[in-house]
């Protein structure tokens, strides 16, 4: 953290030059808000991001769970805390890589898939405390991942004008996944077991996908390698 705000040091002096008033530039945004909801695009991306898809909602959830593969306590807080977000940051790396030589809504779509098949994966796997390790840690690679294109497509629907306040307005919407899907998950935990927990994100998420990808493909947007599915 120190190091990244030593970074300002080195950033250029951004400057307020604009004359506009409070009253105008509330008129403006206004107006650049119900452009974006007017759009196909844009429209659906905020659709998108409070679908459950890379969520990442069992995050919150592995410490209650740790015990089902007898994980010591010492593990899982060093394994959902420290290396968790560790291997998000570098997946998150990754994910800004993929979307940009495969495309934001492969990344986007693709990272989702892979969340999914890490967490059917888990909850076939033998209940082993590395088995946790491994899983909590790939899970992570692959929530950090979905962080990525999940920037990504906000930063496609929300255009030049009033970035900042759409980029926070659109961003705050995708927290609503999580705390949806962690309530879903502890209700299926607590009457289904684990098993069918990490079944149910997986197969959630999945069906979002192929509608998400068929809404897409219908809208049919302008033939440009960032709109599309590569």
Not at 142 to 152: L, N, V
Not at 158 to 168: E, L
Request: aromatic letters at 10%.
């Amino acid at each position: 953290m120190l190091a990244s705000a030593a970074a300002i040091y080195f950033a250029s002096d951004v400057r307020i030059v604009s004359t506009e008033t409070i009253a105008e530039r509330m008129r403006l945004l206004g107006r650049d808000i119900f452009d974006m909801l007017r759009l196909a695009i844009p429209l659906f991306t905020i659709v998108l991001v409070m679908s459950p898809i890379g969520a990442g909602a069992m995050n919150g959830l592995w410490s209650a769970v740790a015990p089902d593969w007898k994980a010591e306590p010492d593990r899982v807080a060093l394994v959902a805390g420290i290396f968790n977000g560790v291997i998000s940051a570098a997946g998150c790396i990754a994910g800004g890589w993929i979307a940009d030589r495969v495309g934001r809504w492969w990344s986007y779509f693709g990272s989702g898939i892979l969340m999914a098949v890490v967490a059917i994966i888990m909850a076939v796997a033998p209940r082993t405390p590395n088995a946790f390790t491994i899983g909590v840690l790939a899970y992570a690679l692959t929530c950090g991942m979905a962080y990525a294109a999940f920037s990504a497509i906000i930063l496609l629907a929300i255009g030049r004008g009033a970035a900042s306040t759409k980029y926070a307005t659109l961003s705050s919407l995708g927290n609503l996944p999580v705390v949806y899907m962690t309530a879903s998950d502890g209700w299926v935990h607590d009457r289904f077991g684990t098993a069918w927990m990490l079944h149910s994100e997986a197969l959630i998420a999945i069906v979002c996908i192929v509608i998400a990808i068929a809404v897409l493909r219908w809208i049919n947007p302008p033939r440009r390698s960032d709109l599309v599915l590569p």
